[in-house]
């Protein structure tokens, strides 16, 4: 994320948090005391956010944060100190729980990409995450999926072409919005959404470049990878499996054959990895 896009970000959720001010801090906490803080990761899983934390922390005013650790790593050895800070203790305890958010929330998302990842590994299908974020946190949420091992589909409705269903009823039929689209946009690849084999079948013929296979079964993956190996071989277009992928289910998908398996739920359903942080007077 931009500076100034990771300013704004980290300033808005403080702002929502402190608000007028940390009312507790500002009776309890002695004029001038200063703190050290630790974070420290209670579950085992990949560290993403750090670059938000120490935003978070200069923002309220602590004026030293040491990384302890590199993100994109798996650490199964916890609890792990990542994170050491020192200043002015009000202003670690107002960073508190919006650095603890952020980096819970995107460390989460790194995790359970990196179990996906690990799930399909050997099997040459990879990772992709969808728009299923939260609204102004895409960039942020679509980092972690990549220090996960993941990677990145569009970033939004501006950078890649996806025919959906609602684009064909709308534009008449498939070869319409096919047609429509390369008059349009002609640089650009052409993905299109399939809900069985008939229609990737047609899709294919039709020449797209890239196939969104919906909420098919394993065996009518299957089908559609023979299908397109036999039309336009095994290096034609691309073929991407969606729609309620789990981690149990990852393998199997894989090994029909796909190349790509893109899962919602690594940005909308990702569990928060546990952080704490402790304050110890300075």
């Known amino acids: 994320m931009h500076r100034l896009d990771l300013e704004t970000t980290v300033a808005r959720a403080l702002a929502e948090d402190i608000g007028a001010g940390d009312v507790t801090s500002e009776a309890t906490v002695p004029e001038g005391a200063r703190g050290r803080a630790r974070i420290v990761q209670k579950q085992p899983g990949v560290v993403f956010g750090l670059a938000v934390v120490a935003e978070t922390m200069r923002q309220c005013g602590v004026?030293?944060?040491?990384?302890?650790?590199?993100?994109?790593?798996?650490?199964?050895?916890?609890?792990?100190?990542?994170?050491?800070?020192?200043?002015?203790?009000?202003?670690?305890?107002?960073?508190?729980?919006?650095?603890?958010?952020?980096?819970?929330?995107?460390?989460?998302?790194?995790?359970?990409?990196?179990?996906?990842?690990?799930a399909v590994a050997g099997t040459g299908v990879r990772i992709l995450d969808t728009r299923k974020t939260t609204p102004g946190l895409r960039e942020l949420e679509k980092a972690a999926v990549a220090a996960g091992g993941g990677q990145n589909h569009r970033m939004g409705l501006y950078d890649a072409v996806l025919i959906k269903e609602n684009h064909i009823a709308l534009a008449g039929s498939v070869a319409k919005a096919i047609h429509a689209m390369?008059?349009?946009?002609?640089?650009?690849?052409?993905?299109?959404?399939?809900?069985?084999?008939?229609?990737?079948?047609?899709?294919?013929?039709?020449?797209?470049?890239?196939?969104?296979?919906?909420?098919?079964?394993?065996?009518?993956?299957?089908?559609?990878?023979?299908?397109?190996?036999?039309?336009?071989?095994?290096?034609?277009?691309?073929?991407?499996?969606?729609?309620?992928?789990?981690?149990?289910?990852?393998?199997?998908?894989?090994?029909?054959?796909?190349?790509?398996?893109?899962?919602?739920?690594?940005?909308?359903?990702?569990?928060?990895?546990?952080?704490?942080?402790?304050?110890?007077?300075a």
């Open 182 to 281: 390369r008059t349009a946009q002609p640089k650009m690849a052409l993905e299109i959404e399939c809900r069985d084999v008939e229609e990737a079948a047609y899709a294919l013929g039709a020449g797209a470049d890239r196939l969104l296979l919906d909420n098919m079964t394993p065996a009518e993956l299957g089908e559609a990878v023979a299908v397109r190996n036999a039309e336009r071989g095994p290096d034609g277009p691309p073929l991407e499996a969606s729609g309620g992928v789990t981690l149990e289910t990852a393998r199997q998908i894989a090994e029909t054959g796909v190349d790509f398996i893109s899962v919602g739920a690594l940005t909308h359903s990702a569990p928060v990895l546990d952080f704490s942080m402790l304050l110890d007077p």
């Open 63 to 118: 004026e030293d944060v040491d990384n302890l650790v590199v993100e994109g790593q798996w650490r199964e050895d916890v609890p792990t100190e990542v994170v050491l800070a020192s200043g002015p203790a009000a202003a670690l305890l107002a960073a508190e729980r919006t650095a603890l958010n952020f980096l819970g929330h995107l460390s989460g998302i790194a995790t359970l990409t990196a179990r996906f990842v690990e």
